[in-house]
């Protein structure tokens, strides 16, 4: 079965190619960050203009690159939600249209769960039932993966989302936007104990986070402090280390709950070098193991859409039953399969 797959949620433009025999046959992307920088964030309609642009370019392209023709594309993926609304609607209306002409059977996939699934993108994939953490510009969930589509949430954040609060952390520290890159270098510069902040909800039980109390304590410390390189980098790194140690320790405890022996990465933060360290090590001391995605895999992709398509084709579990959905909860919808 060899599945396009469309990704439009967000502020990328992904397009891929995913055969169930031969793997990842094409991967294409375009980044609109460049575009929303000089904003601060992602502007909406901007978004949905520049997928309208890119969209056919990267279909051609990666249809190409995949040596196929629309007759051996077997059906059409894309992100239905959640995401915002005019950019998931461009590539649903163009993945619906596509599969319409082409007479193919599409199936709209939810964002998160492409992102839980990505790992399986890599050689040694881990086999199901799987532990995820899901640590993006948008989510930060703890979730029990049994299998394709049996998702059961343990954890989340009450409200920053890890992404988020490393973006606006980052801005703070006069870093550009989306800044956890970039205060991921900058950390690697910080020296340990200079700035001391909070481990946010590890005083109390369960397995949800909240991030926005440690971007008030970066913002706090440093109020009246003039803004050297040193001690924007040792803010960095101390701020870098509270999310670490919290990340960590929750996936401890998760690990030790569920005891699930594969500790799955995904999201964009997933790409964090010493996230992955200290995931690494926090699995082995449960006597399990931490599977990451690589970091293009990590941040929005067409690939983990595609994949995610042709699971559910493969076994006959639809997808999402509204064209495009802005909020959709992981869990039910998904469980289901309509
Ligand atoms: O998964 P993603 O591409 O988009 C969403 O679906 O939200 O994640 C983007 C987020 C941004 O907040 C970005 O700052 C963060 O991932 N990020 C990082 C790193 N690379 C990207 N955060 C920390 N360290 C990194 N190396
Ligand atoms: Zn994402």
Redesign the pocket.
């Known amino acids: 079965m060899r599945i396009l797959g469309i990704e439009t ?2 502020d ?1 433009t992904g397009v891929a190619v995913y055969d169930d025999q031969s793997g990842l046959l094409a991967n294409r992307l375009h980044t609109q960050i460049a575009m929303h920088q000089a904003y601060g964030g992602v502007v909406p309609e901007l978004a949905s203009r520049d997928h309208v642009r890119r969209l056919l370019p990267l279909v051609r392209e990666a249809l190409a690159e995949a040596a196929s023709d629309p007759a051996s594309i077997d059906g059409i993926a894309y992100t239905a939600g959640p995401g915002l609304i005019g950019a998931l609607l461009v590539g649903s209306s163009f993945a619906r249209g596509l599969a319409a002409a082409w007479s193919k059977p599409v199936v709209g996939v939810h ?1 998160l769960e492409g ?1 839980l699934l990505a790992p399986l993108l890599e050689p040694d994939p881990p086999a199901f039932p799987f532990l995820a953490l899901l ?5 930060t969930l703890l979730v029990d993966v049994a299998g394709l589509g049996r998702y059961q949430l343990l954890g989340q954040s009450l409200d920053d ?4 609060a ?2 606006k952390t ?1 801005k703070l520290l006069g870093l550009p936007y ?4 970039a ?2 270098a900058l950390a690697s510069r910080g020296r340990p104990g200079a700035f001391r902040f909070p481990r946010p909800m590890l005083d109390r039980a369960g397995l949800d986070f909240s991030f926005s109390g440690l971007k008030t304590a970066v913002r706090v410390a440093l109020r009246d402090r003039a803004l050297t390189d040193e001690v924007r980098a040792d803010a960095a790194y101390e701020f870098e280390q509270a999310v670490i140690d919290t990340l960590g320790e929750k996936c401890r405890r998760a690990l030790r709950q569920s005891g699930r022996s594969r500790l799955i990465v995904a ?3 997933g ?3 010493g ?1 992955r360290t200290r995931l690494a090590a926090v699995a082995a001391a449960c006597g399990a193991r931490a599977h990451f995605p690589r ?1 293009e895999f ?3 992709n067409g690939a983990m859409i595609a994949l995610a398509g042709c699971l559910r084709l493969a076994s006959g579990a639809g997808g999402a039953p509204v064209a495009a959905r802005a909020n959709w909860p992981l869990g039910a919808a998904v469980a289901t399969g309509t």
């Open positions: 949620s967000c990328e964002h992102h640590v993006s510009g948008g989510h989302a890890a992404g988020e490393f973006d980052a989306p800044g956890g890159a205060l991921a999201g964009g933060v790409a964090n070098l996230l970091p990590c941040t929005d």
